[in-house]
């Protein structure tokens, strides 16, 4: 069976810090990749997503960038984190040709 | 651009009502449907989807939603809802299933709230 691993769950960083969430997925080959940030009454907004290694599409302009090394590792990065960056980052999964997204437990990132 | 459209931010009802949360999208093309529900302290699970075929779908927990193409809309129904109930609900869309580049967008969330 498939699944994915997101960490760390918690994450306090200094404003100006860099950061690295890291994303992995087991038991599926060339899955899409997905990260998005959850905030309170605006719901799932999509960062970025991709379809294969080193094939990222942004979907928001923004202090972050995303990698993706492996065909199952998604990298969400900082070189130099905001306060509006706080929030909660959801990493997912879904099949290649359009199927639901399997979700990570998220990580909470606290910007100070 | 494409987009996912939940006017109730918040539905508080009684035990037993019925429920109905609405879901829109803009997108001309072909489409997959998907609500997902987060209970609190849980991460997201899948509630129901559309791909094809009957437009009224089934779910968990005896949920179901009806996809109207003609308005573009997903609704999620429930005849009688319970406590356990109580969650955020997402309305996601996936606008290109027949390409690799699967994105999912999903809206805003409507938080139902229901009252013992």
């Known amino acids: 069976s498939q699944t994915i691993h997101q960490w760390p769950a918690t994450l306090v960083q200094p404003v100006g810090s860099p950061l690295s969430l890291e994303c992995t997925v087991e038991?599926?080959?060339?899955?899409?990749l997905y990260w998005y940030r959850q905030a309170a009454g605006r719901g799932l907004q999509l960062l970025f997503y991709?379809?294969?290694?080193?094939?990222i599409s942004s979907e928001v302009p923004q202090n972050l960038s995303a990698s993706r090394p492996q065909d199952r590792q998604f990298i969400l990065s900082s070189k130099k984190l905001l306060l509006s960056d706080s929030g909660f980052y959801l990493c997912?999964?879904?099949?290649?040709?359009?199927?639901?997204?399997?979700f990570g437990q998220g990580t909470r990132l606290t910007v100070v | 651009a494409q987009s996912v459209s939940q006017h109730n931010h918040h539905v508080i009802l009684s035990e037993a009502a019925s429920l109905e949360l609405g879901c829109n999208y803009s997108?001309?093309?072909?489409?997959?449907l998907f609500w997902y529900v987060q209970y609190p302290g849980q991460h997201l699970q899948l509630l129901l989807k559309?791909?094809?075929?009957?437009?009224l779908v089934k779910g968990i927990k005896g949920f179901e939603a009806e996809f109207i193409k003609s308005k573009f809309s997903f609704n999620l129904r429930k005849p009688s809802v319970q406590w356990s109930d109580t969650a955020e609900y997402f309305c996601?869309?996936?606008?290109?299933?027949?390409?690799?580049?699967?994105?999912?967008?999903f809206g805003s969330g409507t938080r139902l709230s229901i009252r013992p």
């Open positions: 997912a999964w879904s099949r290649v040709g359009g199927t639901e997204a399997f």
């Open positions: 991709s379809v294969g290694i080193g094939q």
């Open positions: 997108y001309g093309g072909t489409v997959n």
């Open positions: 038991g599926t080959s060339n899955p899409n």
């Open positions: 996601a869309v996936n606008p290109s299933s027949y390409s690799s580049a699967s994105k999912i967008i």
């Open positions: 559309y791909f094809s075929g009957d437009p």
